[in-house]
């Protein structure tokens, strides 16, 4: 039974940015198998897209999908029409020279993607994988790495707080999707209760 599609979500109407920093923090604590690093850059890149009026195609694949099997570069896949502006994999792994080598040559090259961020949660890539990067850079290709939370509350402070308010919806909207887990339902609700105590 779907019993996660019968959990309401708290909504709040504002929250501060430090407010935010604390609910990020607490949600990518949150053990989800990935999913809720996947559900926050998404959300803020669908909010991105709305506040500043951007033709983006925002194209996303829950975790553990294979990315041969649905021919994408990345979990996360910005597009302006037909051309890929941008390909992200969000990892909670090390990031090490032989996951790079290894998505370069399953992912990047086969896709001819220039700009590839992997989003990392927690450990910070290795000397050997970050050296590998400004190799592929040399041949034309942009690998970056960038702290998630780093990413996000950055992104919040240059949008403002209206579109704040658009991010919480959105994730909300995709947080609420019957296929994710009640428990991470419960956990987004303590977790906001907690934040406004």
């Known amino acids: 039974m779907r019993d996660a599609a019968a959990i309401t979500l708290a909504r ?16 990518i604590d949150e053990p989800s198998g990935g999913l809720i690093p996947v559900l926050l850059s998404v959300a803020m890149f669908k909010t991105i897209k709305k506040c500043f009026d951007l033709d983006w195609n925002i194209d996303w694949q829950g975790i553990n999908v294979a990315d041969r099997a649905t021919g994408v570069g990345g979990d996360i896949t910005v597009k302006r029409g037909e051309e890929l502006l941008l390909a992200v994999e ?22 001819a993607i220039d700009d590839y961020i992997f989003f990392f949660t927690s450990t910070i890539p290795d000397d050997e994988a970050r050296a590998a990067a400004r190799q592929y850079f040399a041949q034309g290709h942009d690998i970056s790495f960038l702290p998630i939370k780093d990413w996000l509350i950055n992104s ?18 995709l947080l609420g999707d019957r296929d994710v887990p009640a428990a991470l339902k419960v956990a ?5 209760q907690s934040l406004l105590k």
């Open 188 to 192: 987004w609700n303590d977790k906001v």
């Open 90 to 111: 969000i990892t909670e792994r090390p990031i090490d020279r032989t996951q790079l080598v290894s998505t370069f040559n399953t992912k990047i090259s086969p896709h």
């Open 12 to 27: 709040i109407r504002r929250l501060s940015l430090e407010q935010y920093e604390q609910l990020i923090d607490a949600l």
């Open 156 to 173: 919040f402070g240059t949008i403002g707080a209206k579109c704040r308010s658009i991010f919480t919806n959105e994730f909300l909207d």
